[in-house]
């Protein structure tokens, strides 16, 4: 617990001097293809029956991920093929589809945005409809760092003026929204256990918008 008080200390002093340097994305757009827009909108249409002519969200929710290992690059290239790998049949069963998010944070902080953060992303079953995914590299067994946490807070804090943001969680928090307003996934079975991006890196993030007054759960 001392170990964890002092890192968010440490954490804060370096936030408030990160505030002054400017909040920067580097642009790494996926393909969004005419093939990736049909079935983003088949998507919608057959997971929360919504019906629409483009593939674009009300974000309400930002959702924080790790990648669970690889690069920016592996995980950029993984994100940019239109159709999901044979091997994940249980998303597969679903939709072909492919998995993505708005955007990746690397190690180092650096900030890559694959899409406009109002455009379709299949990150988190049951509120793809209305939630901004954050990827961050790393894993269990490669913690997420502190320099990824102050670029999650600073990506935040620019998303929740950008757009009308209610609640912050993680990955692993998401199965709480099940049976409320914001869950509208058709298929009462199709949900999947997740740990991501960690208990700390959560309490990291969230300390550093605790003014923002974000939500965790409906």
Known sequence: ????????????????????????????????????????????????????????????????????????????????????????????KQSTLNVSSQFIVDRDGTIYQLMEPDMFARHTIGLNYCAIGIENIGSKNQPLTEKQALANAQLVRYLTKKYNIEYLIGHSEYGVFRGSKLWKETDPNYFTAKEDPGKDFMKKVRLLVTDLHLKEKP
């Open 1 to 92: 617990m001392k170990n964890l008080i002092y890192a968010l200390f440490v954490l804060i002093s370096s936030y408030t001097k990160a505030q002054t340097t400017g909040f920067k994305t580097v642009s790494k757009p996926i393909d969004y293809s005419r093939e990736r827009v049909r079935l983003s909108l088949e998507y919608l249409k057959s997971h929360y029956n919504i019906v629409q002519n483009s593939p674009t969200i009300s974000p309400k929710i930002i959702v924080l991920h790790y990648t669970a290992g690889g690069t920016v690059e592996t995980n950029y290239k993984y994100f940019n093929k239109t159709h999901l790998e044979s091997a994940r049949n249980v998303l597969k």
